[in-house]
């Protein structure tokens, strides 16, 4: 519910500088805290909705963490809340709530580490990494436990959320990928049975080390 409120604040922020992003406008906050190549490299300049030109200086590692709060529009915000309410109903009880944060920002920097790797460079925003990756962890941990994924209702809603990645326009694959694949990473670990005999810091390393490791591959695709 933290996070979900996280969410929600930035948005109110972001429609406060200017409201026609409730309608999913590139407005000057999107420019601000969305992720894009230039914005970590050595700056560049964009355009927003309106046709007005932004321009970022460059180096604003910052994003890699602000984009996985940011949305574009009030249908963006909402598809990502309800996902991760509904997620997080189920996930957070079953691995802690510490855990379930590491998790969390183990999907969101993958996320955006794929982004980087595979959206060409376009202004990129969301919660959706993170979601991605928390659906990754449930999918991977009923596998893990000798369920098949795709006789639950998460096989299902991650086989349909992948579908909507590919068929419709304007949404970050990279991100969606990049996040799926640090959640099926992290519930190696994570959601391993205990006859695995992973000891309990594992479980909190393990995320943390995929943290740094997409952190790792967006300073490369950047420099």
Do not use: C, K
């Not at 598809?79 to 999907?107: K, S």
């Not at 009923?142 to 959320?161: A, D, H, K, V």
């Amino acid at each position: 519910m933290t996070i979900i409120a996280v969410n929600i604040a930035v948005f109110v922020y972001v429609t406060l500088l200017d409201p026609s992003s409730l309608s999913g406008s590139l407005t000057i906050g999107h420019a601000q805290l969305g992720l894009s190549e230039a914005a970590l490299g050595d700056g560049g300049a964009g355009r927003l909705s309106d046709g007005s030109v932004y321009v970022t200086d460059g180096g604003d590692w910052y994003r890699l963490v602000t984009s996985g709060f940011l949305h574009f529009g009030i249908i963006h915000l909402l598809f990502n809340m309800y996902l991760l309410y509904v997620l997080g109903q189920m996930l957070e009880p079953a691995i802690g709530r510490v855990r379930f944060l590491l998790v969390y920002f183990a999907g969101l920097l993958g996320g955006a580490a794929g982004s980087l790797l595979l959206d060409g460079g376009a202004l990129a925003g969301g919660a959706s990494g993170a979601v991605f990756g928390l659906m990754a962890l449930a999918f991977v941990g009923y596998y893990l436990n000798g369920t098949n994924p795709l006789q639950t209702s998460i096989g299902t809603l991650l086989l349909l959320n992948l579908v909507i990645t590919f068929v419709f326009p304007n949404i970050s694959i990279g991100g969606h990928l990049g996040g799926a694949a640090a959640g099926a990473l992290t519930a190696l670990v994570v959601m391993a049975p205990r006859h695995r005999g992973y000891p309990n810091w594992a479980t909190y390393a393990t995320p943390a080390a995929i943290m740094v490791l997409s952190v790792a591959i967006a300073v490369m695709t950047v420099q």
